[in-house]
C-alpha cells in the first residue's frame, strides 16, 4: 500500500513540475505591443487621422481587432500550445498602417495649411484690390453682394485656419474666392468698355497740357477714375485735388438725369459765388459741347438713350469731401479747395475731363 | 488514507471555489464601455478631446489586463486590477462628460455672447443708417450698406443656427466674421457723417 501510495506521490509531483515547467516556459501574450499600438491609433485619430488618412487608420482598427480576437483564440487553447505569432504580425501590421497613416496626414495637414495660407492671401489681396480700385464705382447690386459675401466668407475662413480647422478652411475658401473673382470680372467688365477711350483721354489731356504751356496760362485736368483734380500751369503740373462726381460717373455723360460726370474737353463760361450757387463756390462749364450734342442727337436716333434732353449746368463747385461720389454730374471739390482753385483760373480757362489717365493694366499694378 | 483523501476533497473544493470567484469582470466592461459612449453624447471627443483619449486608453488597458488574467491558468487568475481599472474608466467618465459639458457651455456662451454683442453692433449700423442724411447725396452709398447690413444679418441667422445645433466653434468663426464687417460699416457710416457735417463752409 505504501509503494503505490509513494508511487501515486512521485507521479503528482512529475506532473506538476510538468505542468511548471511548460507553465513557465509558455509564451507571454504580447499585451504591450498591443497597449502601444492602441495608444498610438488613439493618438493618430486625435489629430484627425479620420479625416486626412481615413483608409489608412481604419486598415490599422481592423488590423488591431483581429489581434485582439486572435489573442482571444490563442488564451482560449491549452497554455502549452498558445502560439501569439499571428497576434505579433497583427499587430505590427496595425503599428505599420498607423504610422502610414501618421505620416500621410502630417505631410498633407502641412501640405493643406501651407496652400491654405497662400490661398488666404490670394483672396486677402483680391479683396483689398477690389476694395480700393473698385468697391467705389457704380456697379451692379450682385457684384457688391457678392464682393460683401466673398469678405464674410473670407473672414470666417481666416478664423476656422487659425484654429487650424483646415478642412472648414477649404469650402468656405474656395467661396470666397469665386465670389470675389466674380465681382472682379464684373468690375472688369464694366471697366472694359469704359477704357476702351483711353487713347483719346490721353490725347485731350496732352492737348490741355500743351494749351497750358503754349499760352503760358492755367488748364485744368479732371481724372475721373483717379477721382483727381489736376491744375496745370505753364503745361506744369501746379496742384492736385481730390473730387468727387455723379453716382454714375463710369461712362460719359448722355442725357439729363443719369447722374453721370460728362467727359471732353471744355472751358470755363462763369464763375459763381455768393447767392449765385449753393454749393459755395462754382465754374460752370460749356457742357454739352458739340461732340456732346452731335452724340446725343445719335443715340436719340438709335433709341439707346431715352429722349430726356441732354442735359446742362455741370459745374465744379465746393460741397465735396464727404468721401463718396454723390453729385448729379458735376465735379465737387472740398470748399477749401474751391477757394485755392478760384485763384487760378478765369472765365475761358480749359477744364478737360477724362475717364482715366492711367490703364486698367496700369491700375491693377500689371 | 481517509485523511489523505479528506484533504484531497477539502483542496479540491477550495480549488473549485477560488476559480469560480475569479470569474471576467463582464458587467464592469459593459459598464465601462457605456460610459464611454455617454461621453461621446455630450462630444467630449470634440471639446475634451485629450480626456477623452485617455479614457479609452484606460479601457484598452483594462481590457487587456482581462485577456492577460485569461491566458493565465484558471487557478492563478486575478480581475482585481482590471476591475480597479474599469471602476477608475467609470469615475473618470463621469468626470470627463461634466469637463465637457463645461467647456461646451463655455463655448456655447461665447458664441451667444458674441451673437448679442454683433447684433447690437447691426442695430446701431441701422440706427446710424437712419439718422445718414437723405437726399441724393449718398444715396446709392447708404443702398449699398444697407445691403451689406442684410447680408451680415443673414449670416446671424446662420449663426443662431448653427448656435442651435450645437455647433459652437463655427458659430465662432462666423459670429467673428459677421463682427469684423459689422464694425467696419460702422466706422464706414460714421466717417461718411462727420465728413457730411464738416463738408460746407
Redesign the interface.
Known sequence: MKKILFILVILLFLTLSTFAAL?ILSP??P?SS??LC??SI??A??QEAEKYAPSLIKEAEIFYEGA?EA??K??EKA?FL?NYKTVIQLVESASSKTDEAVKKMTEDKANLSESLLKKLELVSHKIDHFDENYADL?LN?KA??DF??A??????S???YE?K?YL?VVNNLDEANNLISKSVDAAHAHLSSYFADLSKWKRWHQETVDWSRKNGSTAIVVDKFAQTCYVYKDGKEIRRFNAELG?NWIGTKKFRGDKATPEGKYFITKKKSGSQTTY?KALLINYPNDEDKARYSANVRNGSIPKKGIGNLIELH???????????GCVAL??DDMDRLWNYVSTGTPITIVGSLRSLHEINGK | MRNLLKTVFAFAIAGVLFTSCAKAPEVEITNAKASIEATKAVEAERYV??EF?AL??SL??A???V??Q??K?ALFRSYKKATATLNNVMSLSEQVKTNAATRKEEVKNQAQQSLAEVTTLVAEVKELLAAAPKG??????LE?IQ??VV??ES?LAEVSTLINNGDY??A???V???G??AASLKTELE??IA??K????
Open positions: 507553465y507571454n501574450p499585451l498591443l497597449e492602441h495608444r488613439a493618438t485619430k486625435e485582439k489573442l482571444q490563442e488564451n497554455f498558445r457704380p447690386k457688391r453682394k460683401t459675401n469678405k464674410l466668407k473670407y473672414l470666417e481666416k478664423k476656422a484654429r480647422a472648414l453716382q459755395y465746393g460741397g465735396g469731401g464727404k468721401g463718396l461720389n454723390w453729385t448729379d472740398t470748399n | 478631446p485629450a483619449k479609452q486608453d484598452n488597458v481590457l487587456l489586463e485577456e492577460n485569461n491566458a491558468f441724393k447725396e449718398g444715396k446709392e452709398a449699398a445691403g451689406d447680408l451680415v449670416f466653434l463655427t465662432l468663426d462666423k467673428k466674421a459677421a469684423e464687417k466717417e461718411a465728413k457730411k464738416g463738408g460746407r463752409k
